[in-house]
């Protein structure tokens, strides 16, 4: 069973960091693309990082470009969000995805989502 569960939010200052996991089990990510999304307070989720395992390539939302690291541990099996710079703008339900053997791109996976989800870890800046 494909199981992916998120950890590593919680409450922070603006100008703070933090950092997001996203383990999975069940499977690998050798032949996924994998992403973070977020769903702030009546909006809709939204994908703001993800990534290629097939050929690292990456992208991210412009929000959050220069802040914002993905980054996947193959031994440990998973994906991580480095967040820096936070905002109170940034205060979500954080996602993780994980679609097998994508046909569309980076991109496009991160526009419309993936096939897996976690169940998502709350974020809260505080201004």
């Known amino acids: 069973e494909v199981q992916l569960v998120e950890s590593g939010g919680g409450l922070v200052q603006a100008g703070g960091s933090l950092r997001l996991s996203c383990a999975a089990s069940?499977?690998?990510?050798?032949?996924?693309?994998v992403g973070w999304f977020r769903q702030a307070p009546g909006k809709e989720r939204k994908g703001i990082s993800c990534?290629?395992?097939?050929?690292?390539?990456?992208f991210y939302e412009d929000s959050v470009k220069g802040r914002f690291t993905i980054s996947l541990d193959n031994a440990k099996n998973t994906v991580y969000l480095q967040m820096n710079d936070l905002k109170a703008e940034d205060t979500a339900v954080y996602y993780c995805?994980?679609?097998?053997?994508?046909?569309?791109?980076?991109?496009?996976?991160?526009?419309?989502?993936?096939?897996?989800w976690g169940k998502g870890t709350l974020v809260t800046v505080s201004s």
């Open positions: 069940g499977f690998t990510f050798d032949d996924y693309t």
């Open positions: 995805g994980a679609h097998y053997r994508p046909v569309n791109t980076v991109v496009t996976l991160c526009h419309y989502g993936m096939g897996s």
């Open positions: 990534m290629s395992r097939r050929d690292g390539t990456t």
